[in-house]
């Protein structure tokens, strides 16, 4: 369970947020990459293609393979999740179970892009949607097993957003790569990015005008209470559902007067997709449908599944701020890019570190005076 959006506020500047959601909680680190980072993407009877950042990034990542004692995780195992980069410039990967092929018949001395490192190259290399979307057209990349989910090729989809508002969603489906512009700027998982578009069909009754009072006969019934516009709104936190949720609110949500604003608001936005644990279950002999990405179980000791949300991260493209918070804690953590600036190493912080709580007031309490 993933969703995405994007947001403008009343000047027109472009925000980003989005959900990660999980049945187990993953190694995440966060990491900052600086401009002029070397990466090589390797796929096993290829060669490697190599790339030099030309643009710093901040990004959510985790490593590819399960360190161990002999080989722990290095900063070349960590790879892209979510970032932003220092052009305002996002990318996200959004499970997509279904997802499989990409240029197969790729020739084997052609040298071809791992999609586990789209991220990186997607946020080293480029400032806007366009320049991504004329790029990944022309460079091979294949789909390759990640032992971390034992296994399984990538099962994901990836969106790309950029500081004008553009959006871009990049899918591989039945051994095809497809590369869709996104006007909606909406991204949730499985079926297909098309789907989800004609899906939202059914949905033009949609407005965020509440009609609270209607005729019978010669009864007026009278709602007792603001809100009833979101009574057409899907329920369930199915992708399906989500996505026409999020269309909505990136629709209707007011533009709020100034960046920090903008941000509080796009807070307030993402809380609707917020989701603690235990909120649905699947018991063992479930049949795993509940669950987003294939290859990871279930611990032993835990008597259910349940997907709850990992963690939360909002982008102000215009600003180039990031902020992020996990399950622990009701509070973002805020990371300003052009205060990294002149890092020209590597940062690598674990996600577990930004744990906090909202401060005890009481001590400012009990020094107020009522008047």
Known sequence: ?????????????????????????????IAFFPAGFRTRSQVEGHPATEYTARYAMLAVTMPYRVPTPEAPAG??????????NDQGLTFSLLSYPTAGGGYRSVAMTQAVLSASDLG?????????????????????????????????????????HDATGAALVIEFDRGEMKIYDNPVGVMTNGPDFGWHLTNLNNYTFLSNVDKSSASFGGYTAVQPDSGIA???????????????RAAYYAQFTEKAATPDLAV?????????????????????????????VAGLDQPASETYATEYTCWTSLSDLDRKLFFL???RSLNFSRFDLAALADATEPKVLPLHLLHQEASDATAALKAATAT
């Open 120 to 160: 990186s190259w997607c946020l080293g290399q480029f400032a806007t949607v366009a320049e991504v979307k004329a790029a990944v057209a022309a460079q091979p990349i294949l789909l390759v097993p990640l032992a971390m989910l034992g296994g399984v090729e990538s099962p994901f989809h990836y969106v790309v």
């Open 230 to 244: 979101t009574a057409g709104l899907p329920a369930s936190n199915t992708s399906v559902g989500r996505f026409v």
């Open 325 to 327: 918070r996990d399950y």
């Open 264 to 292: 509080q608001t796009l807070a307030h936005v993402l809380n609707n997709f917020d989701r603690p644990r235990g909120v649905s279950i699947d018991p063992p002999g479930g049949g795993g449908g509940h669950m987003e």
């Open 75 to 84: 900063i070349d195992d960590l790879k892209v999740l979510e970032g932003l």
């Open 1 to 29: 369970m993933c969703t995405s959006l994007g947001y403008r506020d009343a000047g027109g500047r472009a925000y980003f947020g989005r959900t990660l959601e999980l049945t187990i909680d993953l190694p995440y680190q």
